[in-house]
Every structure is written in structure tokens, then in C-alpha cells.
């Protein structure tokens, strides 16, 4: 049954990464923070006091409120990062680099603790930076595919189902798609990655970073007050409201507020999924391993390849590499994980 919860949980995130990068098409990445955070807070609350008034909890503590309130700060900042290489490169691509998350926690863990990892986990580390640098590959070659495409006009966001004109002529010719043309020149740039797909991926790693921090910053905080939901009602509110604060410094609130229904009811899908993702974690956890349950947290990556290929079917483009890199990835993550685990 934790097994269950541990996938479920990957695929609620998945689908809620899925729901903010419909949510910013017509939007932005402060708006889709701002509205899943509100959401996480409204359904956390209740939650809690349910929780508190049937089972009680431990004693609070100033310090373990503070580490708490931390831990929110790093965790929504790894998630603005987040959004920002999804918007960029989309779920599937920035899913992959969300796999290395709970393995970058581990290695943080293990150098605070003087530990080193064994012969088993190294070759899963190996994988795991394979797999990372296959992806670079395959994201240049969608960068280049992209790049490649006729120019269609700019037009402002449509409301009555239309889609926007082309102004391509009838005659252009259609480009091969990304893994049948030939690889792009890797001189002055990454891996051959320029502009936004070099950018996303540097987003999505550095989100990665920022949640694994998170982790480690959440472990303090529960060493204080071993209770996850008051945990996740602190760290949620402080964030919500700072991110508000700054959309109303920036003169941005009202723009987000008065976002199309279409747009609003994506980042209030986006926050729904996610807080039920982050509820089957938790339960997972409660019933099983550590290890276990992040190392089926990581088939997140492939539950957005999956979801994406009939939810953004228009927008995103799955390519054989793609999935063989989240594989490679994946199995390395878990390696490592169970290994380490156990």
C-alpha cells in the first residue's frame, strides 16, 4: 500500500507541474507561485486542525517554528526556479532534473555526516549524469528544431477558442523533426544549448537544488517539532505571504488576479494536485522507508512524459531520447536511493 501512496504521489506532482505550464501560457511564473501557494495553504489548514483535534501533536517550539519557516522560504524558492525551466523547457524535460532532487538531499546528508557513498551508488551516479547529459543533448536538438520553424505572428492571447494566424507561406518548408536532424554545433554554448533551452535547464537544476536544501532544512525543523502537516501550514503561509508582498510591490497582484478563468482554474488545478501529491508522500512515508518512497517519488519524471503526450499534446514534443534519458536517470536515482537505503 506505501508503494501506491509513493507513485500516487509522483504522479499528483507531475500532473500538477502539467496544470502550471497550462496555467502560464497565458500567465506567468509569480502567478502560478502565488495562486498554488494560496492553494496549499487553504487546503493545509484545515488538514491540520482535523489532525491537531483528532490525534493532538507535539509540544511548539519557537526555534522549530523558525527552521520551519526556512524551510518554506527555500522549498518556494526552488519551486519559482521550477516553474521558471518549466515555462522554458517544459514538464517532461524539467521533470528529469526533479528526479536528482531527492539524490542531491542524500549527498548533502552523507557530506554533513562524513559519509561516502559505496561502489553501487557511485554506478548509479554515473547513471544519473549519463542520463543528464543525454538530456542536454536532446533538449539542444528541440532548441534547434525550434529555432528552425517558420516565424508566426505575434498575437495577443485569443478567448473565443480562436488560434492565432500564421503568416507563414504555404510553400515554407516543414522541418525534419528534432531526432532526425542533425545535431546542432555545440561552438559557443552548452552541449550545443543556447538561449532558452540552456536557460530552463539551469532553472530546473537550480530548483532542484533549492528543494533538496529543503529537505535538509524540513529534517531540522521536524528534529524540533516532529509534526510534517504544522510544518507544511508555516512554511506554505510565510511563502504565500511574501510572494504576495511582492506581487503588490511590483504592481503585479492585479494583473494576476484578473487572469482569464482559463488561466486561474490551471494554477488552482496545479495547487489542488500538488498538495495531494505532497499528502500521499507524506502517508508514504509514514508506512515505508525513506529511501523507498523517494526512489518512487522519481518516477515523476516519467509519469510527465506520459501525461504530457495526451495533455499537451500542442505543445510539447516527446522524443525517443527524451524518455530514454528519464529512464537512465530514473534508474539510477533508484539505485542509488535503495542502495543507499538499505
Known sequence: MAGLFGLGGAFFLAWSNIAARKGMLGGNVLGAG?????????LYIPA???????????AVVSAGLLV?????????TGRFFFFAGISRIGPPRAAVFRTIQPILTLFIGLIVLGEWPGPASLIGLLAVVSGMFLLASETARLDEYRTSRPVFAAAPP?????????????????PTPP?????????GSFLGLRGSGRIGMALALGGALFFAGGDVVRKWALNLIPDPLLGSVVGSSVSFALVALLAGLTGRLGGILGASRETMGHYLWSGVLNTLGLFFYFIALLRSPAAVVAALVCTESLWSILLSR?????????TPRLVISAVVVMGGAVTILLRTGG
Open 158 to 174: 485569443l478567448t473565443g477558442g480562436a488560434s492565432p494566424v500564421s503568416v507563414e507561406s504555404p510553400a515554407a518548408t516543414v
Open 179 to 187: 531526432a532526425a536532424s542533425a545535431a546542432p554545433s555545440p561552438g
Open 34 to 42: 502565488l495562486i498554488t501557494l494560496g492553494v496549499n495553504v487553504i
Open 310 to 318: 495526451f495533455l499537451l499534446r500542442k505543445d510539447e514534443i516527446i
Open 68 to 76: 520551519m519557516t526556512l524551510a518554506g522560504l527555500v522549498n518556494t
Open 48 to 58: 491540520f486542525l482535523l489532525f491537531r483535534a483528532y490525534a493532538g501533536g507535539p
